[in-house]
């Protein structure tokens, strides 16, 4: 599927694993964007709808001034709230189980040995788990953050390498929350640095997904609060909604990768499986 072969399973540094997350989308950037376009962008497509008419509905009662709409408004804005979250939650769930499996499937087979067809048959397996490890790793970084800030710092950059483990390991959810936190120990901080940086990274890319439709809802608050009519339009407003959710989808390759190496690598550095298979490898030889 690529015309090189990038090697996973190796001890990198900070640089490295910088360097080394951008060389291997590179490597893969045009399947994995066809990946994308057939797994991925249709709950992303789904995510930008229902955001878009979070966001009309919560401006339409500022621009109209109408109050009799507030009641109607209200409920609307609650359910697609919550609609909102569902789908970005199933939207991202879907992303991380395509790139785990594609970079698995890298891993096992070679660049040029598997084809995108086996990246989604594999996928569907484990959307579930990863779901299921989504919201429980949710709820645990939520209640270290209630107990004390601190811990929950903590646990969320431990349990980022749950998805990993349970793709690349094929553990449980239970077995790759306990098990995260014995790979990454003695590694925390390296692990939050790089982390951190890559999360501003997508985070900077994203913010342009998400300008148009920051500068509409601006420019609409802007008008009403001066006492001039504009009348907000649905279709506008799910369409950059809809750019806003679909460039998110595709910034997650990023990190989502991102966090693949560091895995390999906390692996390397502590079981050396690459080295071993190497090993193996000179025994055949001779």
């Not at 490597?27 to 878009?52: A, E, S």
């Not at 979250?85 to 499996?101: C, D, H, I, P």
């Amino acid at each position: 599927m690529t015309t090189e072969n990038f090697k996973l399973e190796k001890v990198r540094d900070f640089g490295q694993l910088f360097t080394d997350t951008f060389l291997f989308i590179k490597y893969n950037y045009k399947n994995i964007l066809r990946g994308m376009f057939y797994y991925v962008l249709p709950f992303g497509l789904l995510h930008g709808v229902v955001l878009g008419l979070l966001q009309y509905e919560t401006l339409l009662p500022i621009t109209s001034g109408n109050s009799f709409e507030t009641d109607y408004s209200s409920s609307v804005i609650i359910y697609s709230t919550i609609a909102s979250y569902f789908f970005l939650l199933l939207s991202y769930t879907v992303t991380m189980a395509f790139m785990m499996e594609y970079i698995k499937l890298y891993r096992d087979k070679g660049a040029n040995n598997f084809e995108l067809n086996e990246v989604g048959k594999a996928m569907l397996a484990d959307i579930p788990k990863i779901l299921g490890a989504l919201i429980l790793a949710g709820i645990i970084i939520v209640l270290g953050l209630i107990l004390l800030v601190i811990p929950g710092i903590y646990i969320s950059i431990c349990v980022s390498l749950v998805i990993p483990i349970i793709v690349f390991e094929e553990e449980s959810v239970g077995d790759a929350i306990s098990g995260c936190f014995n790979l990454i120990k003695n590694n925390w901080w390296n692990v939050f640095a790089f982390l951190f940086v890559m999360g501003l990274v997508s985070s900077a890319l994203n913010f342009a997904f998400q300008l148009p439709s920051t500068i509409y809802t601006m420019v609409t608050a802007i008008f009403a609060s001066t006492g001039d009519t504009m009348t907000i339009s649905k279709s506008i407003t799910i369409l950059f909604s809809i750019f806003q959710a679909l460039g998110y989808a595709l910034i997650q390759i990023l990190p989502l990768t991102a966090i693949a190496l560091v895995y390999f690598n906390l692996i390397e550095r502590r079981q050396s499986p690459a080295l071993l298979k190497d090993l193996e490898t000179v025994g055949k030889d001779e």
